[in-house]
């Protein structure tokens, strides 16, 4: 299993950044998928989810009508579109595979850094 997150960056509050994870090594189709970020200092903050056909999508709180959540599993690939970004919003985020007993495989991360 591999997931590779890209498209991170430095911006300014207000800003957009679409970020993507693709993800080789297992049937992408017949998972889950989330998006995890882990600011400075903090612990892990689930920020959204999507179900295997991409019906159905949940979001945290904090990210709720700013950040939406797609997949594509034709291209095996995960997309994270974050406007209105915040400082807040300045994390490590990571994409991770969601199974029955949690999120059991993650990338290594993309960094997003949102200047005030």
């Known amino acids: 299993v591999q997931l590779v997150e890209s498209g991170g960056g430095l911006v300014q509050t207000g800003d957009s950044l679409r970020l993507s994870c693709a993800a080789s090594?297992?049937?992408?189709?017949?998972?889950?998928m989330a998006w995890v970020r882990q600011a400075p200092g903090k612990g892990p903050e689930w920020v959204s989810q999507?179900?295997?056909?991409?019906?159905?999508?949940y979001y945290a709180d904090s990210v709720k009508g700013r950040f939406t959540i797609s997949r594509d599993n034709a291209k095996n690939t995960l997309w994270l579109q974050m406007n209105s970004l915040k400082p807040e919003d300045t994390a490590l985020y990571y994409c991770?595979?969601?199974?029955?007993?949690?999120?059991?495989?993650w990338g290594k991360g993309t960094l997003v850094t949102v200047s005030s």
């Open positions: 999507i179900t295997t056909g991409g019906s159905n999508t």
């Open positions: 090594g297992f049937t992408f189709s017949s998972f889950g």
């Open positions: 991770a595979r969601s199974s029955w007993d949690g999120m059991d495989y």
